[in-house]
């Protein structure tokens, strides 16, 4: 009774979500601070004051929204961590400014950028031909592939764990293929520059797009937004979810031109008018608003970051040097299941992967300094 294209799927698996008992949950790149207060305010005026909103559906292209999102990163430039900040002033550091107005008609909006990934492989791969990624990036990349029937060329990390750009530009060339992978990459945390982005872009078919996922980019990446004035084939998909504090709301947004995410919009309502939901929307508008209080949080994140890969690597771990709100390392002598059960046993949750290649490993998610030292003395035990 099921269809052959069902029998081929191969679902995404997230972080553990435990039920049986309270975990410092550090193995799902939540961010640990909550929402700005003034987000709260907004959902509860909302719910309290204007129910008949509730009631009714959302403006389906979220227009507001897109508004606030420009804003944010005009003020911002792309990457939060940097971003000068003063009370609610906030101002992109000079490396990050972008040099022109990002607008809303460059936005689009949908829940989660998941959501917003499967309206972009609807869009621009074909199932006739390879879409071109590394072979360690974010896992949903391939479960995509299986449910619009792309077919994937993996291309394997070099030696020190980054992309294999060459490899990568020389199969899109041969087989006049999009490219897509993370930066900065996950699980290995490591990040291209504006001007290694820039280098491939060059070298790469020019009427296929070019895709860039910033998850964590606001984190201590380069964003690549800046490029979009020079190569219309790019498209860039963020989050609410890491440092926006978004994860339980579900909010995902693409940068490109306004031709390409027209193309997007076109995908969406042929599949679901009214996306981004009333609440939704209401939350991620004080958000953008609240911009610089969540320049302050991510940078606390990236204070943690730097203070507990120190840590790892003065006691005996293997650590790849992470641009993002996560580390990911290994200590010899112990697989990554091993490490991920001796600290779930002490009540705090990791991530383990048991993908070949990466099985030693586990990916840790920067928490709060109170769950960051409680986390390393499990660790001395190893």
Not at 112 to 124: I, P
Not at 234 to 257: C, H, Y
Request: with cysteine; proline share 7%; aromatic share 12%.
């Amino acid at each position: 009774m099921l269809s052959s294209r069902f029998k081929n799927l191969h679902p995404y698996v997230p972080g553990e979500q435990p039920k049986d008992r309270v975990y410092i949950k550090l193995n799902a790149n939540e961010n640990p601070y909550p929402p700005h207060p003034s987000v709260a305010k907004a959902v509860s005026e909302l719910a309290l004051n204007k129910t008949e909103k509730l009631g009714l559906y959302p403006d389906p292209d979220a227009n507001e929204l897109r508004q606030e999102i420009a804003t944010m990163l005009n003020k911002s430039g792309g990457v939060l961590c940097n971003a000068w900040t003063d009370g609610d002033e906030c101002t992109p550091d000079p490396k990050d400014m972008i040099p022109f107005e990002v607008t809303p008609d460059m936005i689009f909006c949908g829940n989660g950028s998941d959501e917003v990934l499967s309206f972009v492989f609807y869009s621009f791969f074909d199932s006739d031909r390879k879409l071109v990624f590394p072979t360690h990036t974010y896992s949903f990349y391939p479960v995509y592939c299986g449910f619009y029937e792309i077919p994937m060329d993996q291309v394997p990390l070099k030696d020190d764990w980054t992309l294999d750009r060459e490899k990568m530009l020389e199969d899109a060339n041969k087989f006049d293929s999009s490219i897509i992978f993370a930066n900065p990459n996950a699980p290995t945390g490591i990040s291209l520059s504006r001007n290694e982005v820039a280098a491939m872009l060059d070298r790469a078919p020019k009427d296929r797009v070019f895709i860039v996922d910033e998850a964590y980019c606001d984190f201590g990446g380069e964003s690549c937004i800046p490029l979009l004035k020079d190569y219309k084939n790019l498209v860039i998909v963020r989050t609410f979810s890491k440092s926006l504090s978004f994860a339980g709301m579900r909010l995902g947004f693409v940068v490109a031109n306004p031709e390409l995410i027209q193309a997007v919009f076109t995908a969406k309502n042929s599949f679901n008018h009214f996306p981004v939901d009333n609440v939704a929307q209401t939350a991620a508008i004080a958000s953008c608003k609240a911009v610089s209080y969540y320049a302050e949080t991510s940078r606390k994140v990236v204070e943690q970051r730097e203070s507990f890969t120190d840590f790892l690597k003065k006691n005996g771990w293997f650590v790849i040097d992470s641009r993002t709100n996560f580390v990911f390392a290994k200590k010899q002598g112990h697989t990554g299941e091993e490490i991920y059960q001796h600290v779930k046993k002490n009540g705090i949750l990791i991530r383990h992967f048991n993908t070949p290649g990466i099985e030693d490993f586990v990916r840790i998610t920067i928490g709060t300094p109170e769950q960051m030292a409680a986390l390393r003395e499990v660790l001395f035990d190893l």
